[in-house]
């Protein structure tokens, strides 16, 4: 049965910083490319970050870029966002997933809230 559970969420002051970590099982995570994405409400959700099998290999949205860090660690099959210098337009309930190259849509988790507030 494969599993995403996300957390490390919370609620932050402008300009801090969140780790958020997403644990896999039931599948071979190494096989799989992972993403970050991330929803705000009213809005649609968004690819945030993505990373390759190997982890050699991120891309992020323009503004993530120099504040936000993917990395994931196989042997332990997790996945993590460092993210720095948080805005309150970084607000959102964040979500990992797990895609198998070639295939869509992939695996998802529940999520974990992300709230940017002075």
């Known amino acids: 049965q494969v599993q995403l559970v996300e957390s490390g969420g919370g609620l932050v002051q402008p300009g801090e910083s969140l780790k958020l970590s997403c644990a896999a099982s039931g599948f071979i995570f190494i096989n799989y490319i992972m993403r970050w994405y991330r929803q705000a409400p009213g809005k649609e959700r968004e690819l945030v970050a993505t990373i390759n099998t190997t982890g050699h290999r991120a891309d992020y949205i323009d503004s993530a870029k120099g504040r936000f860090t993917i990395s994931r660690d196989n042997a332990k099959k997790m996945l993590y966002l460092q993210m720095n210098g948080l805005e309150p337009e970084d607000t959102a309930m964040y979500y990992c997933?797990?895609?198998?190259?070639?295939?869509?849509?992939?695996?998802w988790g529940q999520g974990t809230q992300v709230t940017v507030s002075s």
């Open positions: 997933n797990a895609r198998y190259p070639g295939t869509a849509n992939g695996h």
